[in-house]
């Protein structure tokens, strides 16, 4: 499987964005999706995930409310979507791609990776 993860940028504080994971490689649609971030000098965090169908969705309670996750499957591609950003939203944010049609929180959940775009807010 390779991901392949854009649309990061700078923003200013308020403003949005939305990132784009796009997949090849195995029957997407029957993959649970998810992003983390990575923000300098910390660990990797889970951000939010999506089951292969679309039908189930789980998101960070720091993102809760400002950030949504959606998928076509016919265009084997996720999507996150970023509204309210914070500058405490900067970081490196990567997709992952489980070996089932459900999701985790945790990074170990995932086997398959892409590389991360940068998604800086500022003040």
Known sequence: VQLQASGGGLV???GSLR???AASGRTFSSAGMGWFRQAPGME???VAAISGSGSSIY???SVRGRFTISRDNAKNTVY???NSLK?????????A???NSGYGTSATDYPYWGQGTQ???SS
């Not at 500058?87 to 997709?95: K, L, M, Q, V």
């Open 19 to 21: 990132l784009s994971c």
């Open 119 to 121: 998604v800086t807010v």
């Open 12 to 14: 200013q504080a308020g």
């Open 87 to 95: 500058p405490e939203d900067t970081a490196i944010y990567s997709c």
């Open 97 to 99: 791609g489980s070996r």
């Open 59 to 61: 998101y960070a309670a």
């Open 80 to 82: 996150l979507r970023m």
């Open 44 to 46: 990797r965090r889970f």
